[in-house]
Structure formats: C-alpha cells, structure tokens
C-alpha cells in the first residue's frame, strides 16, 4: 500500500479532510496505540475522531486508490443526510473494537437495510466475511460470498468475497454437503476476477487469489492444476516486478513472490531477490528474516542460522518472536534439541517483557506450553 497506492497523486485532494498517521505497530512507544486500537490483520486502515479518539471506519487488507475514495467519501457522509443505518453504524462500532463475534449478526442485520447499490455494501460484505472467518463460521461465510458474488462482481471487492467464499469452503468438512459444488463456484469466480481486465486489483488481493485457487487444486489432489496455477503466479509477479519503478515497489512484492515461489516448487529463486532487498534496505529485519526460511526448507541450516543472525540483529518487537520461532525450527531439523530449548526459552522471555498492547498472553502461553514440552521430553531421556 505505501509503495503503490498511497504514492499515488490522486490522494492529494483528500489532505485537507484526513490527517494521515502511519503507526509501527512494532515499535515499544506505539504499544498503547496498539492497546487502545487492536489489531489483528495486517495492514489496517482506521478513521479515527480525533474529539472521540474512536475508530469510526476500519478497512482490513489492501486497497485500491478508488476504494479508498468510496471509504472515505463515506466517511465524509456520516454527518449528513446520507450517514449509515443504525444497524451498519452498530455493526462498524463493534467490528472497529475487534468484537468480531458480536459484529456478525449487526452486519446481517445491516444488510437488510442497505441497497446493494449503497457504496457501503461492499465494504459490509467484507467486513461480514472477515468476522465470520475469524470466528470460524464457515458454512455461513461460504453463504454470504455465494448471496454477495452477483452483486459485487463488477468491482474490486469481488475479489475478497471470491477468496473468502473459497478459503470458506475449503474449511468445511470434506462430507459436508454441497462443499464441492461451492469450492467448483468459488474457483470459477476467482479465475474469472484473475481474468477480468477491468478490475485494477492491488497485488496482495491478486496474489491471495492465486494462493487460494491453488489450495482448491491441491484439496481435489489435482497436481498438474496446482503446479499450473502456481507457474501463472510466479509469472505475474515476476512482471509486477520488473515493471515496479522503485526499489521500495519491488520489495513490497517479496512476500507475495516467496509465497509464489514456494507453491511452485521453486523456492531457491527467491535467494537472489531477498538478496537484493537486503542489500538495497540494510536495516530492515524482513529479507534476512526470509532468507532464514528459505534456506531452511533448502536444507541448508547453516546459511539459514547466518541469515535468522542477521535477522535477529535488526528485528524489534513482537515480529521478534516469528524469528525465533523459525530459529528454533533450524535447529529442530538439525537435531539440536539443546538449543531448540534455548530458542524457545528466549522467546518466553522476550514475549513476558513486551508491553500490553503488544504482548499476546495466547502466544505467550502457547510458547510456555511448548518449553514444557520440551522439558518434559528431555527429562525423560
């Protein structure tokens, strides 16, 4: 987003209504930030009141220049003849608190009220969509996306309710009925949001498009599909690379390619492009941080210790624990287990210090019921 859209020109016009604040959620003094807006998703995009200091608007994931006209248009309206319903403004106040659970009725209610014209109603469909995943509804996420997908088709939105509608289905239960008819529609939607030319999609909702459809390939064990489908991934985002115009574009496109690279079973190619970032952004902890995984599944366990080193000399923050996390899985295939109960003791320790508002105590626990593991394991040897 900062690389693509948020450079883009046609935001200009909206600085005199927004005051624009880009928050590191990782950094120590923006723990109460953090603890005071929660987030769960990266990236998020909240409206704040400065008056009320509440979210008002929360957007989750990426976004075109043209969605991010229609929120903040919206945004604009609240006090006029056209702000929300009720139910959508309940609904929204609730989601903005990270209520997801609660969130999910209010939004259904909401949309019974709205037109499906209403510039709002994409915006509630994905956010609908998003609490029921997080709250592990399946069935009734693959419904909304199903009812949702005629209305939405003509715009960028069709993407995230295509993906969501198929991430849905793939969760269900393989006896579940219907499951396989659903998974066979959500394919067809998300190929043909692929295909369409018209939709000017940011590269994250396309990638996650690809990713999807070639977990759907790989649940029929279709592995020519997969294999295909994951070249085509590759493809596009070796383009979006070699067209990006600078150094900042390119890198943003690291994950989404890593991701790429590994579903198709090419994943060493992803060495001289971290590389390249690393050389390029020396002090960010992300492509050491990389290359570590990438030379783990490359078995080559001591260049992935020298890359998690370097990583571990730049990262803050909770991102600290996924380095270590990787870390002590270098050392789990090397058979340390020694330093695999090191590496995880120093990711409790880390985890115990971090500030509310950064500290996960569900993380937290789960990292102490896996040093007890651990210990209990080398008590017995």
Same mark, same amino acid.
């Given at each position: 987003m900062r690389a693509f859209v948020f450079t883009d020109k046609a935001l200009t016009r909206r600085a005199g209504q927004f005051v624009w604040l880009s928050i590191d959620t990782e950094k120590a003094q923006n723990a109460a930030f953090m603890k005071k807006y929660p987030i769960r998703a990266w990236p998020?995009?909240?409206?704040?009141?400065?008056?009320?200091?509440?979210?008002?608007?929360?957007?989750?994931?990426?976004?075109?220049?043209?969605?991010?006209?229609?929120?903040?248009?919206?945004?604009?309206?609240?006090?006029?003849?056209?702000?929300p319903s009720e139910a959508l403004a309940r609904a929204d106040a609730l989601y903005s608190e990270g209520k997801y659970a609660e969130s999910i009725p209010a939004y259904q209610e909401a949309l019974g009220t709205i037109s499906k014209s209403a510039r709002s109603y994409p915006r509630a469909v994905e956010a609908l969509l998003f609490s029921l995943s997080v709250a592990k509804q399946q069935a009734e996420?693959?419904?909304?996306?199903?009812?949702?997908?005629?209305?939405?088709?003509?715009?960028?939105? =069709?993407?995230?309710? /295509? *993906?969501?509608?198929?991430?849905?289905?793939?969760? $269900?239960?393989?006896? +579940?009925p219907g499951r396989a008819g659903d998974v066979a529609a959500f394919e067809k939607d998300a190929l043909a949001v692929l295909a369409d030319p018209t939709l000017h999609l940011?590269?994250?909702?396309?990638?996650?498009?690809y990713g999807s459809l070639v977990d759907a390939r790989e649940d029929a064990h279709d592995a020519a599909g997969a294999q295909r489908l994951a070249n085509e991934w590759v493809a596009e985002l070796d383009r979006a690379a070699l067209a990006a115009k600078t150094p900042e574009q390119w890198t943003a496109l690291d994950p989404n390619?890593?991701? =790429?690279?590994?579903? /198709? *079973?090419?994943?060493?190619?992803?060495?001289?492009? $971290?590389?390249?970032? +690393?050389?390029?952004?020396?002090?960010?902890?992300?492509?050491?941080a990389r290359l570590a995984l990438v030379y783990l599944k490359l078995k080559r366990y001591d260049d992935a210790l020298a890359a998690s080193d370097q990583a571990l000399s730049k990262v803050y923050g909770p991102r600290k624990l996924r380095v270590l996390a990787v870390r002590a899985d270098i050392y789990k295939a090397?058979?340390?287990?020694?330093?695999?109960?090191?590496?995880?003791?120093?990711?409790?320790?880390?985890?115990?210090?971090?500030?509310?508002?950064?500290?996960?105590? =569900?993380?937290?626990? /789960?990292?102490?019921?896996?040093?007890?593991?651990l210990e209990a394991a080398s008590s017995k040897q």
């Open positions: 998020s995009f909240y409206v704040i009141d400065p008056v009320k200091e509440a979210i008002t608007l929360r957007w989750v994931g990426g976004a075109t220049v043209a969605e991010l006209g229609k929120l903040f248009d919206e945004e604009a309206r609240k006090t006029g003849a056209g702000k996420c693959v419904a909304v996306a199903r009812s949702a997908m005629a209305t939405v088709r003509p715009t960028a939105a =069709a993407a995230v309710v /295509a *993906g969501s509608g198929l991430d849905c289905a793939l969760k $269900l239960p393989a006896d +579940a940011v590269a994250d909702d396309r990638s996650a498009l390619r890593l991701n =790429a690279f590994d579903a /198709a *079973g090419q994943i060493e190619k992803a060495i001289p492009m $971290l590389e390249k970032s +690393a050389k390029e952004f020396p002090n960010d902890y992300n492509p050491p090397m058979g340390d287990e020694a330093a695999v109960r090191r590496t995880v003791e120093e990711a409790v320790s880390y985890a115990d210090a971090l500030p509310a508002g950064q500290r996960s105590e =569900a993380q937290v626990a /789960a990292l102490r019921r896996e040093l007890e593991g």
